[in-house]
């Protein structure tokens, strides 16, 4: 069995996303074709918020959400250390400092409490200017957004969420992708939405925002094309991957329920075995991940493997232990819950086309 079926999802597929390639192969418009602006219409209405930006990855998209919060050199920057490593990297490709935030046991998201205290201590310190909380939808389920928007207003924060895996997810029916200032997602093929190749997205409701994200996505463009108002970057979504998302986000809530009853079916199967993901009341998780816990994880690895079922693991080194980020002098010890995490995690199959 596949860990992600992405085989069986385009068979399932198939004669749609080749009628949609071949369409952008007839009408050859492959950058910035009608399909992009197709498909931001279509984003934008399916998370439920004013503008969609699609661009070239969710590493690009948080790029962007960063440079349009203008965040720069001498900002403190929080985020998860238990999290992929875009979340963190491109806070310090902005040149700003990440600082670290523990994990909730229980959602393996941020810890609001552990949030307070750091953003309290780089107060204290008065070294760094607090500018920006990214918060991220680890394995399909939504953030706290309740207590970190609550923190985000007390501490004068702006407010990102990385989106990339939890696409589809949701709060009391609010959307994944609708929640900060910005948020961001990946469509990488292995992501709850994926496309095949890179590919990424803004959201926001903040219309200075978009038109800003708008320009630099497309080398600070103005409104003349060969007008350029400020420095930016190369960052578009390509038309066929675009042609190819607008079929797979038609079938998607289709497979957001089928992802949701393989869920259901290994909590029944494993909860006696194995610590199960635990999703609180009133959210839906997309399921990026099925992420259980054991403490005696590599047995368990062996044990499915040997049944056939392939297990990976995320992750196994929080972002206070990479190497890239040693100079940030954090030590073994800090981040309690996010290093028992790291060390007892794997994630079990999980796509939209499961067999029980
Ligand atoms: C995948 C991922 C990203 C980056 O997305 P890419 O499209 O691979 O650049 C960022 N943040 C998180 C949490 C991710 O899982």
């Known amino acids: 069995m596949q860990f992600i079926d992405l085989e069986a999802q385009y068979q399932h597929l198939k004669e749609k996303i080749d009628a949609r390639i071949h369409k952008v192969l007839d009408h050859g418009q492959y950058i910035m074709g009608p399909e992009v602006s197709d498909l931001e219409e279509k984003l934008a209405e399916y998370v439920g918020v004013k503008h969609a930006i699609t661009c070239a ?9 960063m440079m349009a919060l203008d965040i720069k050199e001498g900002d403190a920057v929080f985020c998860p250390t238990f999290t992929f490593f875009a979340t963190a990297e ?3 490709f902005a040149k700003a400092i990440p600082v670290f935030v523990d994990s909730n046991e229980a959602t393996y998201n941020l810890c609001p409490i552990d949030l307070e205290k750091r953003i309290q201590s780089v107060i204290a310190e008065g070294i760094l200017t607090p500018k920006a909380i990214v918060a991220v939808d680890l394995f399909g389920l939504p953030a706290d957004y309740a207590a970190i928007e609550a923190l985000a207003e007390k501490y004068d924060l702006k407010l990102i969420e990385d989106a990339a895996q ?18 961001t997602t990946s469509f990488f093929p292995a992501k709850p939405l994926g496309c095949y190749g890179d590919g990424g997205a803004i959201f926001t409701d903040n219309d200075e925002y978009a038109e800003l994200i708008r320009s630099l996505r497309i080398h600070g463009k103005g409104t003349d094309k060969y007008d350029n108002v400020r420095i930016g970057v190369n960052s578009r979504l390509d038309t066929i991957q675009a042609a190819i998302l607008l079929e797979k986000l038609a079938e998607f809530p289709r497979e957001l329920e089928a992802r949701n009853k393989s869920a259901e079916n290994y909590k029944k199967t494993l909860s006696n075995d194995f610590i199960t993901p635990s999703v609180p009341d009133n959210y839906f998780s997309s399921w990026a991940q099925y992420t259980v816990r054991s403490n005696r994880r590599d047995d368990a690895m062996k044990a499915f493997q040997e049944q056939g079922i392939p297990t990976m693991v995320y992750y196994r080194t929080c972002m206070h232990e990479q190497s890239a980020f040693s100079n940030l002098n954090y030590k073994k010890g800090d981040f309690p819950v996010a290093e028992t995490l790291s060390s007892q995690v794997f994630s079990l199959p999980m796509h939209g086309y499961m067999k029980k």
């Open 166 to 183: 939890g696409f589809g997810g949701s709060i009391n029916g609010k959307m994944a992708g609708s929640f900060g200032d910005i948020a």
């Open 57 to 65: 990855n969710g590493t690009d998209a948080l790029t962007l959400a």
């Open 90 to 92: 491109t806070i310090a």
